[in-house]
């Protein structure tokens, strides 16, 4: 299974946070599932960094490098058609990042690991529980 994993959804693995649901823990732990990080929530992780409103052990770059090698992560590019459908997307959710995330599991056909339920009003397929 490929998985594209939100932006908390991520952070929560990542620290070993317990706001991750179980199923979402089950899927990353995985070892036969594709988890995917988008560039879009490194961009979003690298604002919540520079605001304050994000610690991590080391600086981004190395950080997601560690992780993607350590924990068998890829990541997912941003390209021009999930912009292009994000500019087509109706604005049931308004964080750009969200909306980059929801236009990639469109156009990529894969499942997003997200607690966030504003995702359904979108044609994904949203996991959490």
């Known amino acids: 299974m490929r998985l594209l994993l939100d932006t908390h959804s991520l952070i929560w693995f990542f620290t070993g946070s317990s706001n991750l649901s179980d199923t979402g823990r089950i899927l990353m732990e995985n070892p036969t ?7 879009a ?5 690298a604002i919540k960094q520079s605001k304050g409103k994000l610690t ?3 600086p981004l770059e190395p950080y997601i490098e ?3 090698k350590l924990e068998d992560f890829a990541t997912l590019p941003i390209k021009l058609k999930h912009l292009s459908l994000v500019s087509n997307l109706p604005f049931h959710h308004n964080d750009p990042f969200d909306r980059l995330l929801i236009a990639q599991a469109i156009t990529e056909k894969i499942p997003i690991l997200s607690r966030d339920s504003i ?3 979108y ?3 949203r996991i959490w529980n």
């Open 33 to 39: 599932h594709q988890k995917l990080i988008s560039l």
């Open 41 to 45: 929530s490194v961009w979003e992780m």
């Open 56 to 58: 991590l052990t080391l």
């Open 66 to 68: 560690e992780k993607i």
């Open 119 to 121: 995702f359904d009003q």
């Open 123 to 125: 044609n994904v397929n």
